[in-house]
């Protein structure tokens, strides 16, 4: 069992725990995962490193509820317990000093950066972070990017903060800019993964994606996580979870995340249903209960 130590909450569906996993974080590396279950019917919810502290033996992470299993789990509460948390997983990030490097963060993705942009910058690099949301309100750690990078890019969607541009701008402005970029990271929904990598590709600085595949068992064994480069098939869970952006099919990589949309939908609806009559009749047996 794994005592949620904090709890905070950023926005509406994004949250953050720190977690009592001393073996874990004893191990744990920039770029590598987690996979989490809540209890011993729960899914495996594979989730990306946001921090680690080896001497307090905690693991954060920062998850978005998008289906039935991270809404549920964003229920839980400082004192609750997972069943599991296994890790850490997949291959960490290469660090070492590079010289101008650029870390490119979209929505959740700044959970996964953020240990990479503090080694990079451990390292001796010059860090150039770009970090993008829809609006303010989704943006959280500013402070740490700000404290892990040597100059701080902030994009909105809807201009409530920052520049309101794409993070895909300014990433070809400073590449144009600068003909020294050693190296790219960027990390968030797949569709921004895309872009940035068809953004860096014509000046052919290497671009490092982070891959947020369908996954089940993340051992290699199901082949749920996996992923057709140009080189042939890869899985994320053993082979990954870094790619070459420059090499991944993108288009049979967003194909694949939708194969379980409509199951998905059904599940969050059989949940809330079930909630509901939870919830409905707790009530009534405390009503009862009131009343002798």
Same mark, same amino acid.
């Given at each position: 069992?794994? /005592?949620?130590?904090? /709890?905070?909450? +950023?926005?509406e569906?994004?949250?953050?725990?720190?977690?009592?996993?001393?073996?874990?974080?004893?191990?744990?590396?920039?770029?590598? %995962?987690?996979? $989490?279950?809540?209890?011993?019917?729960?899914?495996?919810?594979?989730?990306?490193?946001?921090?680690?502290?080896? $001497?307090? =033996?905690?693991?954060?992470?920062? +998850?978005?509820?998008?289906?039935?299993?991270?809404? &549920?789990?964003? #229920?839980?509460?400082?004192?609750?317990?997972?069943?599991?948390?296994?890790?850490?997983?997949?291959?960490?990030?290469?660090?070492? !000093?590079?010289?101008?490097?650029? $870390?490119?963060?979209?929505?959740?993705?700044?959970?996964?950066?953020?240990?990479?942009?503090?080694?990079?910058?451990?390292? =001796?690099?010059?860090?150039?972070?770009?970090?993008?949301?829809?609006?303010?309100?989704? *943006?959280?750690?500013?402070?740490r990017?700000?404290?892990?990078?040597?100059?701080?890019?902030?994009?909105?969607?809807?201009?409530?903060?920052?520049? /309101?541009?794409?993070?895909?701008?300014?990433?070809?402005?400073?590449?144009e800019? !600068?003909?020294d970029?050693?190296?790219?990271?960027?990390?968030?929904?797949?569709?921004?993964?895309?872009?940035?990598?068809?953004?860096?590709?014509? %000046?052919?600085?290497?671009? *490092?994606?982070? #891959? !947020?595949?369908?996954?089940v068992?993340?051992? =290699?064994?199901?082949? =749920?996580?996996? $992923?057709?480069?140009? !080189?042939?098939? /890869?899985?994320?869970?053993?082979?990954?979870?870094? +790619?070459?952006?420059?090499?991944?099919?993108?288009?049979?990589?967003?194909?694949?995340?939708? +194969?379980?949309?409509?199951?998905?939908? @059904?599940?969050?609806?059989?949940?809330?249903?079930? @909630?509901?009559?939870?919830?409905a009749?707790?009530?009534?047996?405390?009503?009862?209960? &009131?009343?002798?």
């Open positions: 069992m794994y /005592k949620i130590l904090r /709890k905070e909450v +950023f926005s569906t994004v949250k953050l725990m720190v977690l009592e996993a001393p073996l874990v974080a004893h191990k744990a590396k920039p770029g590598q %995962f987690v996979i $989490v279950r809540i209890d011993e019917t729960g899914e495996r919810i594979p989730l990306t490193i946001a921090d680690f502290d080896a $001497v307090a =033996g905690t693991v954060t992470i920062i +998850f978005q509820e998008v289906g039935k299993s991270t809404m &549920q789990m964003g #229920l839980l509460e400082e004192g609750d317990f997972f069943e599991n948390v296994v890790g850490p997983l997949g291959h960490p990030t290469e660090i070492k !000093n590079y010289g101008k490097v650029i $870390v490119v963060a979209g929505g959740v993705g700044i959970a996964p950066i953020f240990p990479i942009a503090r080694a990079l910058k451990q390292a =001796g690099n010059h860090v150039t972070a770009i970090v993008g949301a829809r609006s303010h309100s989704l *943006l959280f750690w500013e402070d990017m700000r404290a892990a990078s040597d100059e701080l890019i902030i994009c909105t969607d809807d201009g409530s903060y920052g520049r /309101k541009s794409l993070v895909t701008e300014p990433l070809r402005e400073i590449l800019q !600068n003909k970029i050693a190296q790219v990271w960027a990390i968030g929904p797949s569709i921004m993964m895309k872009f940035a990598s068809a953004t860096t590709k014509p %000046f052919n600085v290497p671009t *490092l994606v982070s #891959l !947020n595949t369908i996954m068992d993340g051992t =290699g064994m199901c082949g =749920g996580c996996r $992923v057709v480069m140009d !080189n042939g098939p /890869k899985f994320v869970c053993v082979d990954g979870p870094e +790619f070459d952006g420059h090499h991944v099919d993108w288009e049979l990589l967003l194909a694949r995340l939708k +194969f379980f949309q409509s199951e998905e939908k @059904q599940a969050i609806e059989h949940w809330k249903e079930h @909630q509901c009559k939870t919830e009749m707790l009530d009534a047996q405390t009503k009862a209960a &009131q009343h002798g």
